[in-house]
């Protein structure tokens, strides 16, 4: 099991928790190691904590010592956005010795637009874009994204948006200003489109979802 999920799809991808799940909360107080992995490094003459990849492992071996966590994974059909082409994609093909690297930028310098979002991705697959759109762009992105593009190796991609509750905003005063034009910005379905030659469209497939079998309310400690 991964802990990895953003928590706009969570619904979708981990079925079988109990309601608690969604109401308790608990201050967590945990010792790191002295030595081995999750043991600080020293940097500078300062202790560095573990890698966040080392930390998310840590809390999964605590869910399944404290809340005696037992899940398996199985397909089952659920919603989720196809990710698709259009026809030619609009982004161009890395250098294979170019490091794999998706950002999210926020705020970037567009003057007299209200795109406020950037994502960018050198040598990433269209499965690395997915898992980048699902974790940026979650007030748009409420089920899983599924790569069905077709399209294999590494890219250079760029896509720009504006954030949901911008562009919700700017069409509600236009329309109570009695404008019929757009409000401007660009949402995320339509800047898949004209930055990628991309399209995200909701219909129902069978995928991996983590199914949980037991798990104590409260823990052992």
Not at 18 to 24: I, L, R, V
Not at 42 to 49: E, K
Not at 86 to 94: D, N
Not at 133 to 155: F, K, R, S
């Amino acid at each position: 099991m991964t802990l990895e999920i953003a928590p706009n799809v969570a619904n979708d991808l981990i079925v079988g928790l109990p309601k608690s799940a969604d109401t308790e909360r608990w201050d967590i107080t945990a010792k790191l190691p002295t030595t081995g992995e999750g043991s600080p490094n020293t940097a500078n003459g300062y202790p560095q904590p573990p890698s966040f990849s080392v930390a998310l492992e840590m809390l999964r071996g605590l869910l399944l010592d404290q809340f005696e966590l037992k899940t398996h994974t199985e397909n089952r059909e659920t919603t989720v956005y196809v990710l698709s082409s259009t026809g030619k994609p609009k982004f161009t093909r890395a250098e294979e010795s170019e490091r794999t690297n998706c950002s999210a930028i926020q705020h970037p310098p567009k003057p007299g637009q209200m795109v406020e979002t950037t994502i960018t991705c050198k040598n990433a697959s269209l499965d690395d874009l997915a898992r980048q759109l699902t974790d940026t762009a979650g007030a748009y992105i409420d089920h899983p994204i599924v790569n069905e593009t077709g399209i294999d190796g590494g890219w250079d991609i760029e896509v720009s948006w504006t954030p949901i509750g911008v562009f919700q905003k700017a069409q509600a005063a236009a329309q109570a200003n009695g404008d019929a034009t757009a409000p401007g910005g660009i949402t995320l379905w339509e800047a898949v489109q004209k930055d990628l030659g991309l399209k995200l469209t909701k219909a129902k497939r069978s995928i991996p979802v983590v199914v949980v079998d037991h798990v104590d309310e409260e823990p052992l400690n």
